[in-house]
């Protein structure tokens, strides 16, 4: 008697074709261009979770520098003053200040220098 996988196959099938909706062309619908188009698109959906992790670190940094020039330093002159001060503000606690309380943000500065 012949096997055809049934259901466990078509199960993983419509796994695969579920990931691929939205996609154009025969990577929506064929299972086999789904399959090679989902697993490229979960490889580059990795790589950007850690990619997106140092552009946000690199936006903060350059964000945190255009703030201490305004103060009349630099980032690294700030970044060492605040670990020599004990100041435990992260980068993004920094750039979110730098931004949106500029005030508060000069008075860190001072406390850097200080």
Same mark, same amino acid.
């Not at 929506?28 to 490229?40: F, G, I, L, T």
């Given at each position: 008697?012949?096997?055809?996988?049934?259901?466990? $196959? &078509?199960?993983? #099938?419509?796994?695969? %074709?579920?990931?691929?909706?939205?996609?154009?062309?025969?990577?929506?619908?064929?299972?086999?261009?789904?399959? @090679?188009?989902?697993? &490229?698109?979960?490889?580059?959906?990795? #790589?950007? #979770?850690? @990619?997106?992790? &140092?552009?946000?670190? +690199?936006?903060?940094?350059? #964000?945190?520098?255009?703030?201490?020039? %305004?103060?009349?330093?630099?980032?690294?002159?700030?970044?060492?003053?605040?670990?020599? $001060?004990?100041?435990?503000?992260?980068?993004?606690?920094?750039?979110?200040?730098?931004?949106? $309380?500029?005030?508060?943000?000069? +008075?860190?500065?001072?406390? +850097?220098? +200080?």
């Amino acid at each position: 008697m012949r096997v055809k996988k049934g259901f466990k $196959a &078509r199960r993983r #099938r419509n796994r695969v %074709l579920k990931l691929a909706k939205g996609f154009r062309g025969r990577r929506k619908n064929c299972y086999r261009r789904a399959n @090679q188009a989902v697993e &490229r698109a979960l490889d580059y959906a990795t #790589r950007d #979770r850690r @990619q997106k992790r &140092r552009d946000f670190r +690199a936006l903060w940094i350059v #964000r945190i520098n255009a703030a201490a020039r %305004l103060n009349g330093t630099t980032y690294s002159k700030l970044v060492a003053g605040l670990k020599k $001060a004990g100041v435990v503000l992260d980068r993004k606690v920094l750039a979110e200040l730098a931004l949106s $309380a500029p005030a508060d943000f000069t +008075a860190v500065v001072k406390t +850097a220098r +200080a």
